[in-house]
């Protein structure tokens, strides 16, 4: 096609709508909703876990209330800056199709890796709704995961834990001497123990990491605990968090100094315990943004600096829905000099972008600060058959678009730029900088030959480029998926 044709067809191309406004970092994925996140740091990257809240509709088709039974998969994402954020799928976790068959729901991961043998492990831990907790084993932080267990790694037969309101919500910290803790449970057996449930555990993991050593133990004297567990280790000390209920007495707010689901901590000097309150960190999310529902959260550190990830209903919000379907949100952390940490503000900014993005390196498509109207889907055999691992842009249709944040194109003249696609029709995608409407640097004519395999489409730039900008990829057509792109360049 004619570029004369081309920039006629953009011109009066209506692009979708995406749902984060220009400067906002939060929700970190809009593709799909992630809810109870949970943190772990490898390699340079930060991989979150998300349970996989997904849409429940009625006989009429209608978006109904989220009740959290369909849930069976995990929700997968790294980034090695925190804005910029690689999508790897949705491990299938749970049900008949997922790793953990026996377990019907997949609620509230958590993941740790350990060298065992030589050779890094990675665990991925979840509960299978309120009635006990599973463990999953892989070779990569995406996966593919395997259930060798076989069964629950803690259930109501394990001791301490038949009358554990909610077997669920775990949490697990590797210390510094290699040894490794579990957290968990929540819920309140009666409402005359409201403010002392008694439903929080802690047990020692084997050091195979898929087994209890010795019987999980009360957590004792955790004010108003409702669920959400966790655990981090800050200048040797351990900071046991969890959410309060729902049953704080108005009358008693501001003698407690917290409310109704806030992320409260305590402190202690060994692993498991005893901890002693140190007070609220993060209100409910209703408070910052109108919209109440759980909390539930996970403190990370991460080059430097410490971060909490949190999910919210600003991501529904946006779509017009309110049925309770979450997304997960990241803010920044400061603890004061005596170890306290200071109250969190959550907000739809988020953070600071912690280094610049390569434009010269080979990138995933599915790398995205912020999007509208594609999605993702599993690529090769291994994520097809698992859910997670390596994922390809689909979905798109005229007016689809990604942003990629912080692209340091670093003054260099560009040459080319390369996109792998696949597909069965021919589509465009105009590359501009700063703003939809921003300088363009080229359209490129996408030229997939087959469905099966990957065609690279070649385009001479021949511009030079000074400087950090965003980068948006503008796409017209559909009929065909978008794996990687890279710029080449001379200096």
Known sequence: ??????????????????????????PVMTQRFGADPYALVYDDRV???????????NENEEIIENVYSQIDTINVVSS????????????????????????????????????????????????????????????????????????????????????????????????DDGEAYIYFGGGIPSPDRAANPGTARVAKLGKDMVSIQGEPVVIADVPYLYEDSGINKINGKYYYSYCSNFSVPEEKVLQLGFGNGEIMVMTGDTPMGPFTLAGSILKNPGYFFGREGNN??????????????????????????????????????????????????????????????????????????????ITTTQYGESAVNSGSGDMIVTGITDGSWIMVSGVDFGGKTIKTLEVSVRGTAKGCVKVCLDDLHGEELCIAE??????????????????????????YFVFTGEGYEVYEWKFDGDE
């Open 1 to 26: 096609m004619l570029q004369e044709e081309l920039q006629k067809k953009y011109k009066q191309l209506e692009l979708k709508k995406g749902y984060k406004k220009p400067g906002e970092h939060n």
């Open 47 to 57: 991989y979150l876990y998300m349970t996989g809240d997904i849409f429940i509709r």
């Open 80 to 175: 090695e800056d925190l804005v910029n954020w690689t999508d790897h799928g949705t491990v299938y976790a749970a049900g008949s199709a997922g790793a953990a068959k026996w377990s019907r729901n997949s609620w509230a991961p958590a993941a740790v890796c350990k060298e065992i043998n030589g050779k890094m492990k990675f665990f991925l831990y979840f509960a299978n709704n309120g009635n006990g907790i599973a463990v999953l084993e892989a070779d990569s932080p995406t996966g593919p995961f395997k259930d060798t267990l076989k069964r629950p790694l803690i259930s109501r037969e394990t001791p301490a834990c038949s009358e554990v309101t909610w077997l669920f919500d775990p949490a697990v910290l590797l210390d």
């Open 446 to 471: 996408l030229t997939p030959e087959s469905v099966g395999t990957l065609t690279a489409c070649i385009t001479t730039v021949g511009k030079q480029v000074r400087g950090i900008h965003d980068l």
């Open 296 to 373: 539930h959260h996970c403190m990370f550190y991460f080059q430097d600096q410490w971060y909490i990830s949190y999910h919210t209903r600003i991501l529904e919000e946006r779509m017009g829905v309110l049925q309770n379907y979450r997304s997960t949100s990241i803010d920044a952390v400061q603890i004061a000099v005596n170890g306290k940490i200071n109250a969190i503000q959550a907000t739809r900014e988020g953070v600071s972008q912690i280094k610049t993005f390569d434009p010269y390196r080979t990138n995933k498509a599915s790398t995205i600060a912020a999007m509208a109207g």
